[in-house]
């Protein structure tokens, strides 16, 4: 049994040690903002964060979070989840939406931790979230739109 706080709420998981928070997150709590993509951590799509940090829920097990904080798209709150989400509605970002949440969070917390980031640190933060509908360009501008959000 894992004792993890799972947006805000403290929860007891009764899993295997192993099994993919991913899946703990969807099957076991309901939570399912987070998405399976390619189950190995490399397309974004099941990002979340862990104590603040963006990871692959998909690759990450349960036992390995035990004891932190972790933050699906249910439940980011604060300046910078609030102006990624402006940015994102104003700039129309989404296509078929599938790979989104994984986006938004990778991008909350490079503007948590950069409010000022130029295009080479976007691609750094984003590397690995991988879009079918190939909006990057969008999700740049976004972001680059948060930061501005933010200053104001």
């Not at 805000?8 to 899993?15: D, K, P």
């Amino acid at each position: 049994m894992a004792r993890v706080l799972i947006n805000g709420e403290e929860r007891q998981i009764e899993a295997a040690p192993d099994t993919p928070l991913l899946w703990v997150l969807r099957d076991e709590l309901g939570l399912t903002g987070t998405k399976f993509g390619c189950g190995a951590g490399l397309c974004g799509a099941c990002t979340v964060h862990v104590d603040g940090v963006p990871v692959r829920s998909c690759s990450t097990a349960i036992e390995d979070v035990e004891g932190s904080a972790v933050t699906t798209i249910e439940a980011v709150d604060g300046r910078a989840a609030e102006a990624v989400q402006a940015a994102w509605e104003k700039l129309d970002v989404v296509q078929c939406g599938y790979c989104q949440s994984g986006q938004v969070m990778s991008a909350i917390a490079l503007l948590s931790e950069n409010r000022k980031p130029t295009d080479d640190d976007i691609d750094a933060a984003m590397e690995g979230n991988v879009c079918r509908c190939a909006t990057y360009v969008r999700i740049r501008a976004a972001i680059h739109e948060a930061a501005k959000i933010m200053e104001g």
